[in-house]
């Protein structure tokens, strides 16, 4: 590889970009815990289906909520502090989970984990806009979303049979603490905060970047890009168990590899697409042409799953990992080349906060669909619907793929704040 293909060049920089992975892929697990544990909880605690709904959305009240506010924090703030301050939230909230008894506690702690997890994805974004080349970010982004998809795989796989063995208790209570340990590392190798020559200039106003209509193509694209994710986040394993009739211990196999080919398209995706922009091509039409053709492909393997028996929904359910993972590779390089880095911290938060409104919806609609139909049948052809709807927006109304002219008004420049 050359050198201006280099995506950190200094071993610093190489273990900060590996630390923010792992601790994306430790976020997709502590997000995806509760799912894996349904079964369990489901008779443990008598919860039925639409309670069960309720508890896997419950974690995006908070978080969506969060979303808008935290583009303003990570704009005002050194993302790297902000981005410590909320694992640790999202680390204890895990650990506490394993603790307690009942409906009305599981829902508080679901609520606390959507609150520390909720500035994960804007400080990502504003961290490699300051940090990697547009040439680069296919690679940077396709990294991330491989870890955002291999926590769910190693968490259903692990936690699954875990849970399997010792129960679902003493899994998150182990989990939430030994995820602390990625802290000290991160304090000691993230990036040093923004140098005068990175200062670009005040960040422009909520206001203002809710007037460009690149900034709604986004969040409707990442609303259909939300809603399959979230499916398969927080229902698929049930799924799997009662639909498909698989032990836990089977269920985890099966959705662990599902999330590897997941992960493994979207990493694909993001070095094909830079190899193609590093030698001239369009960078705005290579990732279109990614999002599209995947989010098509989603739909055509999800519409499979909807009506397949027991012997052919896993190659459907491949295929649909192979689109999810094409499709969601590029989600995130678009937005950090058209908000540009004076605005991306905010453009994201609000971005991932209308997205996020999805898993509100989504899993609550699917649990209150499964009982009211008694399967997955419609909940899954909803779900390739959204996915096609997806598709005509990454194609019809995003425009033009270059950095948004913001205004440029008077003061001074802003400056991260030191409060850890």
Request: charged share 10%; net charge positive; with cysteine.
């Amino acid at each position: 590889m050359s050198r201006d293909a280099c995506l950190y060049r200094e071993p610093r920089q190489q273990r900060c970009f590996g630390n923010q992975v792992v601790s994306v892929f430790i976020n997709y697990v502590d997000r995806g815990n509760l799912s894996i544990a349904a079964p369990l909880l489901k008779n443990e605690l008598n919860i039925s289906a639409s309670q069960l709904g309720i508890l896997l959305s419950a974690f995006f009240w908070t978080y969506t909520a969060m979303l808008f506010l935290c583009g303003w924090f990570v704009d005002r703030f050194d993302p790297s502090r902000v981005l410590a301050l909320g694992y640790l939230v999202w680390s204890l909230s895990t650990a506490a989970t394993g603790l307690v008894h009942g409906f009305a506690m599981l829902l508080f702690m679901r609520l606390i984990l959507g609150t520390g997890e909720s500035v994960a994805f804007p400080c990502y974004s504003k961290i490699l806009v300051r940090h990697v080349p547009e040439h680069n970010r296919g690679f940077a982004n396709g990294v991330i979303i491989a870890g955002m998809k291999l926590g769910p795989a190693a968490g259903t796989l692990g936690a699954g049979l875990l849970m399997a063995k010792y129960g679902w208790r003493p899994v998150f209570l182990g989990i939430g603490l030994v995820s602390l340990a990625w802290l000290p590392g991160w304090l000691k190798w993230m990036p040093s905060r923004e140098t005068a020559a990175q200062r670009v200039g005040p960040s422009p106003r909520v206001i203002d970047i809710l007037r460009k209509r690149p900034f709604w193509a986004t969040a409707a694209g990442a609303f259909c890009c939300a809603y399959p994710l979230y499916f398969t986040i927080t229902w698929l394993p049930f799924y799997l168990v009662q639909e498909q009739h698989l032990s836990l211990q089977d269920m985890a196999k099966i959705a662990a590899l599902y999330y590897t080919v997941d992960a493994a398209a979207a990493l694909a995706t993001g070095c094909i697409a830079d190899f193609w922009i590093r030698r001239g091509l369009s960078a705005g039409a290579m990732r279109k042409t990614a999002m599209t053709l995947g989010w098509t492909t989603a739909a055509v393997g999800l519409l499979g799953c909807s009506s397949a028996g027991p012997h052919s929904y896993l190659a459907w359910l491949m295929v649909a990992g192979v689109g999810l993972g094409t499709g969601n590779a590029s989600i995130w390089a678009f937005t950090q080349t058209l908000a540009g880095p004076r605005a991306v911290g905010r453009w994201a938060g609000l971005q991932n906060g209308f997205g996020n409104l999805a898993g509100v919806i989504g899993p609550a609609l699917t649990g209150f669909t499964v009982d009211w139909t008694g399967h997955f049948q419609l909940a899954i052809g909803i779900t390739a619907g959204v996915c096609l709807i997806g598709a005509l927006v990454w194609l019809l109304l995003l425009g033009e793929f270059k950095e948004v002219a913001w205004a440029q008004p008077a003061g001074p420049l802003a400056r991260p704040v030191e409060f850890i």
